[in-house]
């Protein structure tokens, strides 16, 4: 089973660019999210989704975007990267007796 | 304010025992996690606690005071691939999860 995959593993991108991070699962799970995870810092929330067609903002939710089309695909965009979003970003779901999540391998962006 | 505090490293030696604190402010509890996450990976789920007392799983344990907001990760007879960051995350009251830092635990031979 491939769980959560995420698309692409990294990625150097230059700041006002924008940038659309991929995140497909094969679980059925109804609850999505993104996070970006910081040295030093626990993971914060960006964007999450509690089934398709919603979505709603976490703790970071400034200068991204996301959509919810349908069950399996949760998109991250950054419309206009600046150096501040270099991190590494992982898509997660949740499922399971204690709703725990699930997390993809990450992307890791880096905006120059 | 909500907040999580762990650790930010420990060192054991392989084959010892290792107690990884947690302590919580939060506005509301809905459970809380252990996950295990290795340098360049994933996190991946450990355990889950949302009652008082002790929960184990094979080498790994996990113990919860909600009163004290408290919180721990034991870790028997380690092992060299235990080496990874343990992150502590709680279900506040919106049901999103709050994360700690994360512990970096090293183990040595």
């Known amino acids: 089973t491939a769980g959560i995959t995420q698309a692409p593993t990294s990625q150097i991108l230059a700041a006002g660019r924008s940038m659309t991070l991929r995140c497909t699962q094969d679980?059925?799970?109804?609850?999505m999210y993104w996070y970006r995870q910081d040295l030093g810092l626990g993971l914060r929330l960006i964007h999450y989704?509690?089934?398709?067609?919603?979505?709603g903002k976490g703790e970071v939710p400034d200068g991204y975007s996301v959509s919810r089309a349908n069950t399996d695909d949760f998109p991250l965009t950054l419309a206009s990267a600046v150096p501040s979003q270099t991190s590494v970003y992982f898509c997660?779901?949740?499922?399971?007796?204690?709703?725990?999540?699930?997390f993809g391998e990450g992307s890791r962006l880096t905006v120059l | 304010g909500q907040n999580i505090d762990q650790p930010t490293e420990m060192t054991a030696t392989e084959g010892a025992i290792v107690q990884i604190n947690c302590t919580y402010q939060?506005?509301?509890?809905?459970?809380l996690f252990w996950y295990q996450q290795h340098a360049g990976e994933a996190p991946t789920f450990l355990s889950y606690?949302?009652l008082d007392g002790l929960e184990e799983k094979g080498r790994f344990s996990s113990f919860l005071s909600r009163s004290k907001g408290y919180s721990y990760l034991l870790l028997k007879e380690l092992q060299m691939k235990d080496s990874a960051s343990y992150l502590c995350?709680?279900?506040?009251?919106?049901?999103?999860?709050?994360w700690g830092a994360g512990t970096k635990l090293i183990i040595k031979p």
């Open positions: 997660a779901s949740s499922g399971g007796d204690s709703g725990e999540l699930f």
């Open positions: 679980m059925r799970h109804n609850a």
């Open positions: 989704s509690n089934t398709a067609g919603t979505t």
């Open positions: 939060t506005s509301g509890f809905n459970g």
């Open positions: 606690n949302v």
């Open positions: 995350a709680v279900k506040g009251s919106n049901y999103q999860l709050i």
